[in-house]
């Protein structure tokens, strides 16, 4: 029962554990490089690049999903699973499928009827219950769980499949072979024989065992004229850096270390290490790690940007400022990596570099305001810099972020006092504190004061 509910909320490619504690995950050469591999998916699906966002959450589980709207949420076990990008673009590709076909509402609509039958039974077995019929009633409600879980099992695998075509369509439309569809599908199955899954029990899944999956697939890519092109070599290389890096984060040191042990002086190994050691708290084989990358190519934006962070999180925000400027400007002013430079600008605290952080961080904040770390630090260099009003707008846009009405209505109507009124800045505080006192007055019970 707890996958059904669970599926009210998402539609999944592959069955997964139980999510605990799951965190979305944000590198700016991640989002680049899942952006270039999903746009030409997503424009042979009918979509716009520009509406549609992969998410990578920390989940070592294999997995990937939709929510809603159009965003694909992808495990980062799922990234560790894949051999190449092309599997990912499979997985994508599915969920794309299922956000065309609509499936998050429908299935909203579906449950409907189970919940229904579940309800229903348990009316009709509490009243035999009361009649003396005990084991009668206990039976009844089993029977309507059962049936409602049928009911839904069944529609989803129906949506599974729906999704699994689509998405072979949209890859042929892109141009981009089905190999690493099909080959991700195969991971799939082994997995599932591990679990002694099989054809015998896949009425109880919410999708179709992988096997089946497989030979519904194998025959539309196959024929596809995309079938035997080769995928993007430079897409395929930017994946291995980003996954040794990811596993270099999400992995012990350890572990790290007896993937990529020191003899191995390949990039990834150089990449992977270089988070390890900063992991563990050895600032000095980590700067050495990162050095490597940046003797490399010494104009990367992604290995400047790691040579800086370690620098500054090691308590050298001065030695870290060259490495991420630079960083900010190969990479066109990307927010995440401007941010982690607004943060070293601020932490050299010299009040000389305060007016470039808040340049700096404005810009990120206005093109990625759905990050949180950049509006505390544009809150802390205002503040710094003695600007009280627009330190308390930071505050309410962070807070408005996060759904803390409470502190941005109060932040948020600090700054409208103080703030010159009919500026941009004033205008936005007056949406923020509308928008938040308006979510108070609808949810009383959430800001009732203790």
Not at 218 to 233: G, K
Not at 300 to 316: K, T, W
Request: charged share 20%; net charge neutral.
């Amino acid at each position: 029962m707890t996958r059904i509910l669970a599926a009210l909320t998402c539609t999944a490619l592959l069955w997964a554990q139980p999510a605990v504690a799951q965190s979305v995950l944000r590198d700016a050469e991640t989002e680049a490089m899942f952006a270039d591999m999903a746009a030409p998916v997503v424009t042979a699906a009918g979509l716009s690049p520009r509406n549609v966002q992969v998410v990578l959450v920390n989940d070592d589980s294999v997995n990937a999903f939709v929510a809603g709207g159009q965003t694909v949420y992808i495990h980062s076990g799922t990234i560790q699973a894949a051999d190449t990008l092309n599997e990912v673009q499979g997985v994508f590709a599915h969920e794309i499928g299922h956000i065309t076909g609509g499936h998050v509402p429908l299935g909203d609509r579906m449950m409907k009827a189970p919940l229904a039958i579940t309800v229903l039974s348990m009316v009709l077995g509490l009243g035999a219950m009361a009649l003396g019929g005990g084991e009668a009633g206990a039976g009844i409600m089993a029977a309507g769980q059962q049936a409602a879980q049928g009911s839904y099992l069944a529609f989803s695998r129906t949506q599974e499949s729906s999704a699994d075509a689509a998405g072979a369509n949209y890859l042929t439309g892109a141009g981009i072979t089905g190999k690493g569809y099909l080959s991700f599908f195969k991971k799939m199955q082994q997995l599932e024989y591990r679990y002694g899954i099989t054809r015998k029990v896949g009425f109880m899944l919410d999708h179709p065992v992988s096997g089946e999956r497989i030979a519904n697939l194998t025959e539309t890519l196959t024929s596809a004229a995309p079938w035997s092109r080769p995928p993007d070599p430079a897409l395929e290389e930017r994946f291995r850096r980003v996954k040794a890096k990811l596993k270099g984060f999400v992995q012990t040191p350890d572990r790290t270390l007896q993937d990529y042990p020191e003899r191995d002086q390949s990039i990834y190994a150089h990449y992977a290490r270089a988070y390890a050691y900063h992991k563990a708290g050895y600032p000095d084989k980590a700067d050495a790690e990162a050095r490597a990358l940046v003797k490399a190519e010494p104009d990367n934006p992604y290995f400047l940007e790691i040579e800086g962070q370690i620098l500054l999180e090691a308590g050298r925000p001065r030695d870290a400022l060259a490495p991420l400027r630079r960083a900010t400007e190969g990479s066109g002013q990307n927010p995440l990596i401007a941010t982690t430079f607004g943060h070293a600008l601020i932490a050299t605290e010299d009040k000389a570099n305060y007016p470039e952080a808040i340049k700096i961080l404005r810009v990120a904040t206005a093109r990625d305001d759905q990050n949180p770390t950049a509006w505390a630090q544009l809150g802390t260099v205002y503040e710094a810099s003695g600007d009280s009003p627009r330190a308390a707008l930071a505050t309410a846009e962070r807070a408005s972020m996060t759904g803390d009405s409470r502190t941005a209505a109060q932040s948020a109507a600090y700054a409208l006092a103080n703030i010159p009124p009919n500026t941009a800045d004033w205008i936005r505080a007056q949406d923020i504190a509308m928008t938040a006192r308006n979510d108070i007055q609808d949810n009383p019970k959430k800001y009732k004061r203790r």
